[in-house]
T-cell receptor, first 113, second 111 residues
Framework: DGGITQSPKYLFRKEGQNVTLSCEQNLNHDAMYWYRQDPGQGLRLIYYSQIVNDFQKGDIAEGYSVSREKKESFPLTVTSAQKNPTAFYLC????????????FGSGTRLTVV | QKEVEQNSGPLSVPEGAIASLNCTYSDRGSQSFFWYRQYSGKSPELIMF????GDKEDGRFTAQLNKASQYVSLLIRDSQPSDSATYLCAVNTGTASKLTFGTGTRLQVTL
């Protein structure tokens, strides 16, 4: 079955630590996205990529980094510069045109300890 | 002004009634509109999309789009307790494929 897989489901980060969230899709989608969801604030775009080896900042990119070395993979690193990283992180993919909806992964819940 | 606005709710409707969820957007150039359902602690799932003015029906769901007034709505007929969730409106507002989401409306269907 085609889909989009995020791991881990739960992640705990210590102060000053970088952590990487994994996102893999086998839908042959060109575009991939990372969103952050906080209670009452909806989904906010962190980074997106419309093609391999290219990505753009979203609305809240500070403290995050990404790479897109393969079409199937779009990992997100939450760096120590992100001061309030506790949130629900959602990865999504689409075929990459304006008419396309997203397929979401199951999400990673990150907590600072 | 937020690009995509929704009333956060909760919207409470009795079982069997029609639930009406509304969304307004600011970019007149928007072309694609989506409704996602999100259960608590889960990821969003696409339930409807609409591109043209008018109504689009799929089972118990009807999406309505009015580009002149810049609003899109979702009607859920014969509401069931399993419809209780947060409904996110999403709009393609630019030249890229990315979507802008509203903050969502929480729907509660009561017995």
């Amino acid at each position: 079955d085609g889909g989009i897989t995020q791991s881990p489901k739960y992640l705990f980060r210590k102060e000053g630590q970088n952590v990487t969230l994994s996102c893999e899709q086998n839908l042959n989608h060109d575009a991939m996205y990372w969103y952050r969801q906080d209670p009452g604030q909806g989904l906010r775009l962190i980074y997106y990529s419309q093609i391999v080896n290219d990505f753009q900042k979203g609305d809240i990119a500070e403290g995050y980094s990404v790479s897109r070395e393969k079409k199937e993979s779009f990992p997100l690193t939450v760096t120590s510069a992100q001061k309030n990283p506790t949130a629900f992180y959602l990865c999504a993919s689409s075929i990459g045109n304006r008419a396309a909806g997203y397929t979401f992964g199951s999400g990673t819940r990150l907590t600072v300890v | 002004q937020k690009e995509v606005e929704q009333n956060s709710g909760p919207l409470s409707v009795p079982e069997g009634a029609i639930a009406s969820l509304n969304c307004t957007y600011s970019d007149r150039g928007s072309q694609s509109f989506f409704w996602y359902r999100q259960y608590s602690g889960k990821s969003p799932e696409l339930i409807m999309f609409i591109y043209s003015n008018g109504d689009k029906e799929d089972g118990r769901f009807t999406a309505q789009l009015n580009k002149a007034s810049q609003y899109v709505s979702l009607l859920i007929r014969d509401s069931q307790p399993s419809d209780s969730a947060t409904y996110l409106c999403a709009v393609n507002t630019g030249t890229a494929s990315k979507l802008t989401f509203g903050t969502g409306t929480r729907l509660q269907v009561t017995l």
